[in-house]
């Protein structure tokens, strides 16, 4: 028996870059008025200082893999909706961590799916990712075969199988998203694994040189996170959206070296690049957005350039972050020297 009156929207990952902006969206949005927010991180890649201090927030540091503490959850409080952001979102790391990988990326969503099914949650929203699409299918859509080609994606597309198993056996209501090469404010800038937008700006604040696998010919689409709530917080609402996936994001791919560019010139420094020999991923990624805004309407398409402004004004004033080492590596063969120490 919930130990409060009130109902909650559930954020996991909440305290971390996507998932704080989700909360805020919630907070703005006049359709959730009538709820509170629960926000439950274990603060392994977030920040509580993310979190905007709200009298309709609350905050638990527990993480998904802990099945007891998020049964404890549930009981405790009356979850309307969950929207499951919490990942380790790092594709090309995933090869050498594969365990941690799947026990945080998957089986911590399968207790969430537990847990939503038993306490009759109206709408489950899961940010998934283009990693599931694979390699030389660009531009991805929705109808595209998904053939992940690492252990990210393959857990990702896993999470997705098991929320239409859930729906068909138990109704559970959801909906998929699959954002790509998300960048903002809050975004955890000393993650040296992750996010190269943040990778860039942490190293150019340490007047470090920016580290490109290969030649930097890689190309992607890169979105700012602000363009991504509009449809996230909608899918509830929307019953177009009940028991569909889509593709969410920006449209223009660029590649890694000419976003170098784009960052310096917002620091307003010249590039120095650390080239670091080519590792094995997806050279091409982006994505069609078209069934999105079928569904939920046009959304806004920040201009890179405008979006990196705004994530760099936040970076200068929030510092560098110090980038810690990934101490939980299980296979060494094949990993990139910069990641060793």
Same mark, same amino acid.
């Given at each position: 028996? &919930?130990?409060?009156?009130?109902?909650?929207?559930?954020?996991?990952?909440?305290?971390?870059?996507?998932?704080?902006?989700?909360?805020?969206? %919630?907070? =703005?949005?006049?359709?959730?008025?009538?709820?509170?927010?629960?926000?439950?991180?274990?603060?392994?890649?977030?920040?509580?200082?993310?979190?905007?201090?709200?009298?309709?927030?609350?905050?638990?540091?527990? &993480? *998904?893999?802990?099945?007891?503490?998020?049964?404890?959850?549930?009981?405790?409080?009356?979850?309307?909706?969950?929207?499951?952001?919490?990942?380790?979102?790092?594709?090309?790391?995933?090869?050498?961590?594969?365990?941690?990988?799947?026990? !945080? !990326?998957?089986?911590?969503?399968? #207790?969430?799916? /537990?847990?939503?099914? /038993?306490?009759?949650?109206?709408?489950?929203?899961?940010?998934?990712?283009?990693?599931?699409?694979?390699?030389?299918?660009?531009?991805? +859509?929705?109808?595209?075969?998904?053939?992940?080609?690492? $252990?990210?994606?393959?857990?990702?597309?896993?999470?997705?199988? @098991?929320?239409?198993?859930?729906?068909?056996?138990?109704?559970?209501?959801?909906?998929?998203?699959?954002?790509?090469?998300?960048?903002?404010?809050?975004? /955890?800038?000393?993650?040296?694994?992750? !996010?190269?937008?943040?990778?860039?700006?942490?190293? %150019?604040?340490? #007047?470090? $040189?920016?580290?490109?696998?290969?030649?930097? +010919?890689?190309?992607?689409?890169?979105?700012?996170? =602000?363009?991504?709530?509009?449809? *996230?917080?909608?899918?509830?609402?929307? $019953?177009?959206?009940?028991?569909?996936?889509?593709?969410?994001?920006?449209?223009?791919?660029?590649?890694?070296?000419?976003?170098?560019?784009?960052?310096?010139?917002?620091?307003?420094?010249?590039?120095?690049?650390?080239?670091?020999?080519?590792? !094995?991923?997806?050279?091409?990624?982006?994505?069609?957005?078209?069934?999105? =805004?079928?569904?939920?309407?046009?959304?806004?398409?920040?201009?890179?350039? @405008?979006?990196?402004?705004?994530?760099?004004?936040?970076?200068?004033?929030?510092?560098?972050?110090?980038?810690?080492?990934?101490?939980?590596?299980?296979? =060494?063969?094949?990993?990139?020297?910069?990641?060793? +120490?």
């Amino acid at each position: 028996m &919930s130990v409060s009156s009130a109902e909650f929207v559930l954020v996991t990952g909440g305290a971390g870059f996507l998932g704080s902006h989700v909360v805020r969206a %919630i907070l =703005e949005d006049e359709r959730y008025d009538d709820l509170s927010v629960l926000v439950i991180d274990d603060l392994s890649g977030g920040f509580c200082e993310n979190l905007p201090e709200h009298v309709r927030v609350e905050f638990r540091e527990i &993480s *998904i893999v802990d099945h007891v503490a998020l049964d404890s959850i549930f009981a405790d409080y009356a979850i309307r909706y969950v929207f499951h952001l919490a990942a380790y979102a790092a594709e090309g790391l995933s090869h050498f961590i594969r365990r941690f990988n799947y026990q !945080n !990326n998957l089986v911590g969503s399968v #207790n969430l799916i /537990n847990c939503s099914v /038993n306490s009759g949650v109206k709408h489950f929203v899961f940010t998934s990712s283009i990693a599931v699409y694979g390699a030389g299918q660009v531009p991805m +859509s929705e109808k595209t075969m998904p053939r992940p080609e690492d $252990p990210y994606g393959i857990s990702k597309f896993a999470v997705e199988l @098991d929320l239409r198993a859930a729906h068909e056996m138990f109704t559970l209501p959801y909906t998929i998203f699959r954002p790509h090469n998300v960048y903002g404010e809050y975004q /955890n800038i000393g993650d040296r694994y992750r !996010n190269v937008v943040g990778i860039f700006m942490n190293r %150019i604040i340490q #007047n470090q $040189p920016l580290p490109v696998f290969g030649d930097g +010919s890689q190309q992607r689409a890169f979105t700012y996170v =602000e363009d991504l709530m509009p449809p *996230i917080i909608s899918a509830p609402f929307e $019953p177009q959206a009940l028991g569909q996936e889509f593709n969410v994001g920006a449209s223009q791919p660029v590649s890694v070296r000419d976003l170098a560019q784009i960052v310096s010139e917002e620091f307003g420094v010249t590039p120095h690049f650390d080239f670091q020999p080519a590792r !094995n991923e997806v050279h091409l990624a982006w994505s069609d957005h078209s069934k999105c =805004e079928r569904v939920f309407g046009t959304t806004v398409e920040t201009p890179l350039r @405008d979006g990196v402004r705004r994530m760099a004004a936040w970076a200068q004033k929030a510092g560098a972050r110090s980038s810690t080492t990934f101490d939980k590596i299980e296979i =060494e063969r094949g990993l990139p020297p910069s990641w060793r +120490s």
